[in-house]
């Protein structure tokens, strides 16, 4: 029995204690600080700990106060939220939109001479970075940082990524009811962006009237005006359609549509006409001011999204979505985000107040074997493994279904393409898209004796693979629009270890000669050119990497070398002490990581030192044979599995 003292009802209390699950009697989660309250619950920040690593957590305690004045209807609420959080979690992989629970339960506590149960949630913690954690947080980074809200590339990915991850909330029968920028936890960068729905604490089932606790709640300007109103209407997705409508004004002006001090104004306000234009709004991107015409229909769209009447408004969010990201995507424009956002953040995350932790999230020594991994923006991953696909959550591997691929288990390459969606490819020269709805859009290259062992690009733009023939020459596969184009052989190589984009039209690649030295060279499909590139003295190259915004190039290999290409020029550098590099990465501000057995080292172009050793565990002596890079986190793993991360902490001092 723990013992709150009766003015603690943001249990402060717990900073530093440990609790734990029934059900996962092995795994504990270590309260760190508090990160967050709300009327119905305080947020920590908590250290899970299981036999197999660590991992960071957010544990959700109902206050106190709460659990005194509505007992069973906050007990149901936890309930609720843990029952539609958990039929999200059965889909392998999940979907990546809305944030993981990880486990739950009670304590006992005493306050006030009162003894009750105190329930929480342990949920996914989401690594915000510098541009913030919650969607107000990187909106208003965005506007103060660049002058604008979300471009128009980045506005239709967040949409996306909400609307898909309202369809899975209301697949499952809930409906939220509080979708806001406040309730949408944000990580990742550019295209590697992903947009998270958080929150349950006022949602309810559909069909059902009053909440989950019995209270009152929403946000003010985001709350559909059914939810203030006690005719007793049944709940439905379109109170959620008028939520996502609100957000996405946000995210396109900066400025909220609806000025609104609590959920009644709201409802007063939404019977208004006509809806303010995001024309009217200063943050508008610029892109988007030139195109008149897609902002009306934008405003059309908005407007039905907000009728007062939920009858009115679109029946499902991917129905309000599609006339949006029509608007959004209407014409040719660059995909990669402007300059001016690689500006704000390469500035404001020099990690200058920072130091590196470390966390083993999962033990060497399993079985599997993995042969191509592909991370996602949260920190997740698909991997193609020895046998199948294999998935990580954030806290342990699991198998993921392989059924309806014609090949399920000569799967040999992984590539992410989009939030929450792979393309996986191998033997019988089959490629296919691959996300929590499983695969589609297969197709296949002529030749059935080819697999393919490694792809980069876009099936509908551009995009190269490599395929493996017996013992002939590796092949450069090239698709233009989902069309095969012309294979190209690369006669002077033995094998082919990565492929990179270096540019729009422009692949690095890796590998080994056939003189058994390291092989690197530029691939241009649409030219049907192979150029060569000068390799150092080393036995083979064995992985590459880019950031195609800063057209910057990194290839790896032993003995140390490292083979930098950047604005077309070439740059040797040497690990210190030659260890043999098995692994690469770049993130957005040009930082390249490279992995050897063991050990993982930085080259930060504002450091002196070419290559630093900035973490090292001599025990793990099988090789790395991926790295997740993002700013202020990396993720690195090896071919069993095994998982470390660092991340940037404050520096005391």
Not at 453 to 481: C, I, N, Q
Request: aromatic share 8%; charged share 25%; hydrophobic share 40%.
């Amino acid at each position: 029995m723990l013992r709150i003292p009766p003015e603690d009802d943001l249990l402060h209390t717990l900073e530093g204690r440990k609790v734990r699950a029934r059900a996962q009697p092995d795994v504990s989660f270590r309260i760190d600080r508090a990160i967050g309250a709300g009327s119905y619950a305080v947020a920590f920040f908590a250290l899970r700990r299981a036999p197999d690593g660590e991992s960071p957590a957010v544990l959700k305690f109902v206050r106190p106060a709460l659990m005194r004045r509505n007992g069973e209807m906050a007990l149901l609420a936890v309930e609720k939220e843990t029952v539609a959080l958990s039929r999200l979690n059965e889909r392998v992989p999940p979907t990546p939109f809305v944030v993981r629970l990880l486990a739950n339960d009670a304590i006992d506590i005493e306050q006030g001479g009162l003894t009750f149960r105190l329930p929480w949630l342990a949920l996914e913690y989401v690594h915000g970075g510098a541009e913030g954690t919650t969607l107000e947080e990187r909106i208003d980074f965005s506007v103060e940082q660049t002058g604008y809200a979300f471009d128009m590339d980045r506005a239709a990915l967040a949409l996306t990524c909400l609307a898909t991850g309202l369809e899975a909330i209301h697949e499952v029968g809930v409906v939220h009811r509080d979708l806001s920028p406040h309730n949408v936890l944000c990580c990742g960068f550019g295209n590697g962006e992903i947009f998270k729905i958080a929150d349950f604490g006022i949602a309810r089932p559909q069909g059902q009237v009053g909440t989950f606790i019995g209270l009152p709640g929403g946000t003010p300007g985001y709350t559909a005006p059914e939810q203030v109103r006690r005719s007793g209407e049944p709940a439905g997705p379109e109170s959620d359609i008028f939520s996502l409508a609100a957000v996405t004004f946000k995210l396109l002006t900066g400025e909220e549509m609806f000025r609104a001090k609590s959920t009644v104004d709201t409802a007063l306000l939404a019977h208004e006409k006509p809806r303010r234009s995001i024309t009217e709004c200063k943050a508008l991107c610029p892109e988007l001011v030139e195109r008149p015409a897609e902002c009306a229909i934008i405003d059309r769209i908005l407007a039905r999204g907000t009728a007062a009447d939920p009858r009115h408004r679109p029946p499902s969010a991917w129905e309000f979505a599609a006339g949006v990201l029509r608007a959004l995507r209407s014409g040719a424009r660059r995909s990669r985000p402007p300059r001016r956002r690689l500006e704000s953040i390469t500035d404001y995350s020099a990690p200058r107040r920072f130091g590196w932790g470390w966390h083993v999230r999962h033990q060497p020594g399993d079985q599997r074997v993995l042969r191509s991994i592909a991370w996602d923006g949260d920190g997740r991953c698909l991997a193609a493994a020895s046998r199948g696909l294999a998935f990580w959550n954030g806290t342990g591997w699991g198998e993921a279904p392989v059924r309806g691929f014609p090949h399920p288990y000569g799967v040999r390459f992984a590539e992410r393409v989009g939030a929450g969606l792979y393309l996986v490819g191998g033997d019988g020269a089959t490629i296919a898209h691959y996300s929590p709805e499983g695969f589609s859009s297969i197709l296949r290259a002529e030749d059935s004796a080819v697999s393919f062992t490694h792809a980069s690009g876009e099936l509908e733009d551009l995009a190269v693979l490599v395929g493996e023939r017996g013992s002939e020459a590796p092949l450069l596969f090239g698709l233009a629009a989902r069309r095969w184009m012309k294979p190209a052989s690369l006669s002077k190589a033995s094998s082919v270890t990565g492929i990179a984009r270096l540019e729009d039209e422009r692949w690095l690649i890796s590998g080994r000669s056939r003189a058994g030295a390291g092989f690197a060279a530029i691939y241009s499909p649409l030219m049907f050119e192979v150029e060569r590139l000068a390799a150092d003295d080393t036995e083979c190259y064995m992985s590459c990497a880019a950031q195609q915004d800063l057209g910057l190039g990194v290839v790896v290999g032993s003995s140390g070398r490292v083979l930098i290409v950047r604005n077309k020029e070439l740059e040797h550098l040497v690990v210190p002490g030659e260890p043999d590099l098995t692994a690469v990465a770049v993130d957005v501000t040009g930082r390249t990581w490279a992995a050897s057995a063991g050990a993982l080292w930085l080259h930060d172009t504002a450091q002196a030192d070419p290559f630093t050793l900035v973490w090292k565990q001599e025990e793990w002596n099988v090789p790395f044979v991926s790295i997740f890079a993002d700013v202020g986190r990396v993720i690195a793993t090896t071919i069993d599995g095994a998982v470390v991360e660092g991340r940037w902490e404050p520096t005391t001092g």
